[in-house]
């Protein structure tokens, strides 16, 4: 469970254009603003994994907000909310885990801002790519942090559009010595709405 969410709170390569990089401080003001509009919108959220094994896993996680959101990857399902956590595996019934999970969840959500803005270092403009015949600003950046206890580290690319919201992301990560290449790409939906299964 925790694998599949690693991926959360983020493979693609392109033309690179002629276009001027912004400077280091305005890359790291435009990755931060890009995050920030992340965090407080609806989204979708396709996720390619890709561990140091070559073993692929695929995950969807639509979110309302940061705490309220659901997760598929292969066959099981997760619905969590403030109030619990629900499960299913198939087509079976929703179940609530015997055991409280929500402070899990809750220590893989982002980080307070500040908290994420001080583990990010080397941000860096790499200009513009061409990406499925859209114009995207890349911009990369290392973070160093804990997930519920574990160091992570990784080096990641974010894909901005014209609005300054992140649709494309890719990140190298190791953690406890296992590295993965994830892929994600985001859709912005304000039409989602997650609430516990009935």
């Known amino acids: 469970?925790?694998?599949?969410?690693?991926?959360?709170?983020?493979?693609?390569?392109?033309?690179?254009?002629?276009?001027?990089?912004?400077?280091?401080?305005?890359?790291?003001?435009?990755?931060?603003?890009?995050?920030?509009?992340?965090?407080?919108?609806?989204?979708?959220?396709?996720?390619?994994t890709i561990d140091g094994k070559g073993r692929k896993s695929n995950s969807t996680l639509e979110f309302?907000?940061?705490?309220?959101?659901?997760?598929?990857?292969?066959?099981?399902?997760?619905?969590?909310?403030?109030?619990?956590?629900?499960?299913?595996?198939?087509?079976?019934?929703?179940?609530?885990?015997?055991?409280?999970?929500?402070?899990?969840?809750?220590?893989?959500?982002?980080?307070a801002m500040d908290e994420v803005r001080s583990g990010t270092t080397n941000v860096k403009d790499e200009g513009m790519r061409t990406i499925n015949g859209q114009d995207l600003r890349a911009i990369s950046y290392d973070v160093d942090s804990k997930v519920m206890g574990i160091s992570v580290s990784s080096h990641n690319t974010v894909f901005l559009d014209d609005s300054g919201k992140i649709v494309r992301s890719e990140s190298d990560s190791t953690v406890m010595k296992q590295t993965s290449h994830t892929v994600q790409t985001l859709r912005y939906d304000d039409s989602i709405r997650v609430t516990a299964p009935r």
């Open 64 to 111: 309302e907000t940061m705490n309220r959101f659901r997760a598929t990857t292969g066959d099981t399902a997760m619905v969590v909310l403030p109030e619990g956590v629900w499960m299913r595996s198939g087509n079976g019934e929703w179940m609530q885990p015997p055991i409280d999970m929500s402070a899990m969840f809750k220590g893989m959500l982002p980080m």
């Open 1 to 48: 469970m925790a694998r599949m969410f690693t991926g959360v709170a983020l493979a693609l390569l392109a033309g690179l254009s002629t276009l001027p990089a912004l400077a280091d401080g305005a890359a790291r003001d435009a990755l931060f603003n890009a995050y920030q509009k992340m965090v407080s919108a609806h989204y979708v959220a396709d996720t390619v």
